[in-house]
């Protein structure tokens, strides 16, 4: 009988979704709102309903049910997540402008390159043909949600959007799909919707309510996600840019985040400085004029709370791909709740950000909030409001944006003067491999971001090649970006302490990936022999093949233990896993399978005390504690190497008793500062570690320690040999050490080679990679992070020797 009844509604729900899209395509919008069903009706509850989140395989079924019942939405399916699951997107706009789909991407793809229309050889009649192309086209606009999976609000609110431009009969939302065609992406990571909302109903009526999963919500990347928009290691952040922004070119990306509890209630661009300089300014204007439009309209609106230009920068290209592609980026960050639970926030609670105090109004903020309750539906409420006034400028400013657009990319193509920066050239050594690989990884994000190379053999059999970047073509500023040294400014507030940065300082990836770069002045020679245009992709694999390997995994998530993962898998490793249980359950000692392990960067306190007793449930608290480190100690004085990644090494020099001292830790920043920079280092390059390197290389430095070794014994080599020193490992007399080391910062040049470094003398002749015998084994104290985001590619090599057995 059950069956039988399942039967009949599914046939009923078939009749009634067919005969909608039917009449979809003829109805008017009124009777078009009747039958678009809501996103209740597949959730079978509304998006900000407290305590309410969705799985990835509702959404994706609420925007198939979307697509059929309303002839203003196309659903695509452009690939799979890391983890499998369906990447989906959507492109909502008036039934004409879908139909007239090919037309308006070939209007944007000949904007976007405006040497398809003439220029710069005739700009005058490339301007008549781009206004006649912009008379005809439309502001395409790219809204992504999601990519943080802990702020829920984003993708919840996807629906919410959708719907109203899918039904509404509201002559607003008239006016918006006939100027607009909009890309809108539920979830730039599929799988941390699920991984979130899995722990959610997990822990939903228990003290843990509401805490973040004890596992990082992208497998390999967690909150780092959103800094892959230039390195482009990612699955999900190459289908966005291959499959949604390339094809389309969009003016206007509306990213949608949530930020902390007890801060401003909605940020808004314009961002604070400093901006990267490849940034076209037009680009400034544009998310400078937005942004104020948007922060004015929402408190007309009754809003509170708002903040702009503070909190977050326009520095990195890693979080902001439209910026060198035309496009303006608006960073909207929404306060938080504990998930899709309620807080409660008193005025007194509220704690300044940078650039605002969220009790005082300012210029930049207002008015103030006055604390309260807090509800996911006050997140959705800010997230719609704001998106649908960001659509309402972009439709009512047409041609204004698609004017700017073309401005932008006219600019991007002009040839460069004589004398003045117009490129830039590397050589593409087809051997040995490892250099090959390494350039070819480079060769792949240019081809990701869009940018033309020129390439002309330099010897036969293509040993070696020239690869030339002209910087006028329309996404040159993007590889400039990338090939420059970053100097980033010395910014201090009123009492003298450094500004941080909203993330990191350096973004080279020529000196990450050891790409010999050099400079070209104007004119170049665009007739040479070669070939311009887009590379075939190719992953990077390293050709160590090290055996049993494990890595720690702690349950307070690290962003590095994934990104680590992510390495070992890129290089075609086998590796296990080893959280606080396991490690302390193994008999690591006598266990063969396991010769070398890896703690990655994460600080000391969070590696050996884990989480609370009373935060997370029993199973996930403790961290490793006395017992592992026990563990641990026996496993390398029985022959193990314990490899340790930047602040990890710190808890290995304390809990181990080493002979080496962390010669910068708990220095204020005024004292020493070194954000997310590439430092340069010196490398005794007899030692098994650095084989294969060269005397001089990078190190990725990020709240990192820089060593000293602190017992020194007869015997001891000169410094400039190679720093052999000998020790004794604390005060057990049973493990003798030797402290080697193997890479220091240069005592007679400038550490910092790009980014951002106070205090550089503090380090002059100071350790950066340091090895440590202890008993049988060894413990190797990496300074810096080797493999850092995927992009490192230049200290590869002394993480997998590293990790390889003697």
Known sequence: MIKRISLILGALLFVTLSAAMSLSQ??????????????????????????????????????????????????????????????????????????????????????????????????????????????????????????????????????????????????????????????LVPSTNPDGVDIVNNW?????????????????????????????????????TQLVVDKILNQWHPQIVHDIHQQGQFGSRLFLPPYMPPVEPNVPKQIVEGYTELGKYLAKEMRAQGFKGITTDSTYDAWSPSRAYSHYHGGVRILQESASCRLATPIKVSFDQLRPGEGYDPRKEAQNFGPVW?????????????????????????????????????????????????????GFEFIWESSPQSEYKKTKRFMDVLHYAGVETRQQALSGFNVRTRVVVDLAQPYGSFAKALFETQRYPDLRDSSGRPIPPYDVTAHSLAQLMDIKIAPLYGPINSSENGRMGNNEKEQFVNMHDPPRVA????????????????????????????????LKRDDLKNNASNRTIIIPDQPRAAILNGHRKGTMPDE????????????????????????????????????FKLPVRDVVDGLPRTDYYVPGSILRIELDTNNPIAQGMPKESIAWAENSPVFEVTERSAGILPADEGFALRAHAGRDARAPAEAKVIAWYPRDKDPLLSGWLLGADRIKGKAALVEVAMGKGRI??????????????????LFFNAITPK
């Not at 990104?563 to 606080?580: F, I, K, M």
Request: aromatic share 10%; net charge negative; proline share 6%.
């Open 200 to 236: 959610y109903q997990k822990t939903l009526g228990t003290p843990y309510e509401g805490s973040d999963p004890p596992e990082l919500y992208h497998k390999y990347t967690g909150h780092d996600d959103n800094r892959d928009w230039y390195a482009f290691t990612q699955v999900e």
């Open 780 to 797: 190797i104290l990496f300074g810096f992070r080797p493999q850092y985001r995927g992009q490192s590619l230049a200290t590869y090599p």
């Open 551 to 582: 890595i720690y995994k702690s349950h307070v998530p690290a962003i590095d233990e994934g990104w680590t993962r992510w390495v070992l898998e890129q290089a075609g490793q086998n590796y296990s896993s080893l959280d606080d249980q396991k």
């Open 26 to 183: 003829t109805t008017a919008p009124a009777t078009l709102q009747s039958l678009v069903p809501p996103p209740s009706s597949v959730l079978g509850f509304t998006p900000g309903d407290d305590r309410k989140l969705a799985s990835w395989a509702k959404v994706v079924e609420y925007f198939k049910v979307l697509a059929d019942t309303s002839n203003r939405v196309h659903f695509e399916e452009i690939g799979k997540s890391t983890m499998g699951a369906p990447f989906i997107y959507v492109v909502i706009s008036d039934p004409a402008n879908l139909r007239d789909w090919a037309e308006q991407q070939n209007i944007q793809r000949q904007l976007a390159d405006p040497r398809l229309l003439g220029a710069p050889a005739n700009p005058a009649a490339a301007d008549r043909k781009a206004a006649q192309l912009i008379a005809r086209g439309k502001t395409v606009v790219a809204i992504t949600c999601g990519i943080h999976s802990t702020e829920v609000g984003s993708y919840l609110s996807s629906m919410l959007i959708a719907y109203r431009l899918a039904a509404s009969s509201e002559p607003e939302i008239q006016e918006i799909l006939k100027n607009t065609i909009i890309l």
């Open 370 to 422: 006055p604390g309260g309750e807090w509800h996911l539906r006050d997140i959705t409420n800010t997230m719609t409001t704001v998106a649908f006034l960001l659509l309402k400028h972009a439709a009512q400013n047409r041609e204004h944006w698609l004017q700017r657009f073309y401005e932008i990319e006219k600019e991007a193509v002009r040839p460069r003067k004589s004398g003045e920066l117009a």
């Open 620 to 655: 996930y608290t403790g961290g490793l504690g006395e017992q592992g480190v026990t563990a641990l100690r026996e496993f390398v004085e029985a022959g193990g190497t314990l490899v340790c990644l930047n602040r990890a090494s710190d808890f290995a020099i304390e809990q």
